[in-house]
Each structure stands twice: as C-alpha cells, then as structure tokens.
C-alpha cells in the first residue's frame, strides 16, 4: 500500500491480558516509530527503529512494553498485562531514513482496557 | 522531559477568517513539522521546516522557522469548514531521532 497501514483498528482487552498491536510502514522507509496519543493530549515517543541499529527504547513507559521489527518492516508493539492506563490510541509513523526528518503516520490503533 | 508550548489551545473559526497558531520551546530544534489531524484519523504533516528564518507555504498555510530555532508559527488563510481538526507542531532535536509533539491545537466553526 502506499501510506502506513496499522492493526488493528481497535481494539478492546480485559486488564491483565496481553495483546499485540500491528505496524507496516511504507515500503522502503527505514526509520519506524511507535507513539502514543492519550485522549485530547499530544503523542508520546515510545520507540524508535533506524535500520538494524538497536532500538531507541528510552519512550516506553514501564517493562510491560515491549516491540520488535522483523527483517527491517513489520513491527509489533507487546502491552504485557494491561491495564486500564494504558488506553490510548497507538500511532505507527515511518520515515524513509534518507537525510528527510518527515515522519509519516498511519491510523492508529485505538486501545481500550476494561 | 523536552515539552513544546503550543498555543492557543483551541480556537473558533469563521469561514473566510485567517487563523494563527505557534509553538515555543526551551530547546533549539532542527526540524519543526506541522500535522493536521481529523478524528479518528492519524496525523497528516502539512509543512516541515529545516532552517532557521524559512518561511514555506503550502497552498492556504504558511509556517516559519523562528530565528532563534526556539519557536514556529503556522498560519491558515480565508479558512474554509473544511480547515476544522486538531493542528500539531513537532520538533526533532539533533541529537534525538524522535518528534516531541505539542498538545494540539484545536479548530472549531463558530456556532
């Protein structure tokens, strides 16, 4: 496709439960963040993949989160035993790495934890 | 952690009004970027800006990159209905490969 895609859309989860949120960024993009939107607030840096360098974790909240990238595309972000903090929307947004600072966003994931 | 101030926090809007908006910061950023985003949707960037003193329009929006490096403004001229959403600016630091977002602000039609 041509923009960021993201699954899924939503998502809703009892607190205590794991659940794993969706990224596929723009083909060709080497750069892929994962943000977090609380409602009516602003995005929060979560992690960041620039190629094979190892992530920039320094944005995750607590140890519950977790993400990886396979072969330099997909990537999945872990919410281990959720809680009720952690509704938010997710947003994935990719960079193509080549000296642009344009991060380019998909749209979102939205997380509900009862 | 780096914060950016934006303001105002929200706004009405007339159609045919010309809209401004801006963003501070204590930090010196080499990239301000501005985002639109409509509900239930993820941001849409409107204008990036990579040095100090530039001015870029796209279309209807005109923003600047403050001399300073310390602050941007994005103004919107002869507003349509069309314009309403939440308007982010974001700045990368040199030294960081992430954005740090401002809080948004919001345009609303006057009822």
């Known amino acids: 496709g041509a923009g960021v895609s993201q699954s899924p859309s939503n998502k809703v989860t009892e607190k205590g439960k794991d659940v794993e949120l969706r990224c596929d960024p723009i083909?060709?993009?080497?750069?892929l963040y994962w943000y977090r939107q609380s409602l009516g607030q602003g995005l929060e840096f979560l992690i960041y993949?620039?190629?094979?360098?190892?992530?920039?974790k320094s944005g995750l909240p607590s140890d519950r989160f977790s993400a990886e990238r396979t072969g330099g595309s997909v990537s999945t972000l872990t919410i281990q035993r959720t809680q009720q903090e952690d509704s938010a929307v997710y947003l994935c947004?990719?960079?193509?790495?080549?000296?642009?600072?344009?991060?380019?966003f998909g749209p979102g994931t939205r997380l509900t934890v009862t | 952690g780096q914060q950016l101030n934006q303001s105002p926090q929200s706004m009405f809007i007339q159609e045919g009004e010309d809209v401004s908006m801006n963003c501070t910061s204590s930090?010196?950023?080499?990239?301000w970027l501005w985002y639109k985003q409509d509900p239930g949707e993820g941001p849409v960037l409107l204008i990036a800006?990579?040095?100090?003193?530039e001015l870029t329009s796209n279309g209807r929006l005109t923003a600047q990159f403050g001399i300073t490096r310390k602050d941007s403004f994005l103004n919107i001229s002869a507003s349509i209905p069309s314009d309403v959403g939440i308007y982010f600016c974001?700045?990368?630091?040199?030294?960081?490969?992430?954005?740090?977002f401002g809080k948004g602000t919001k345009l609303s039609v006057k009822p």
């Open positions: 947004a990719s960079r193509s790495g080549s000296g642009s600072y344009e991060q380019y």
């Open positions: 083909s060709g993009h080497t750069a």
């Open positions: 993949f620039q190629g094979n360098s190892a992530p920039d």
């Open positions: 930090s010196i950023f080499n990239t």
């Open positions: 800006l990579y040095k100090a003193g």
């Open positions: 974001a700045g990368q630091l040199r030294s960081q490969g992430n954005l740090i």
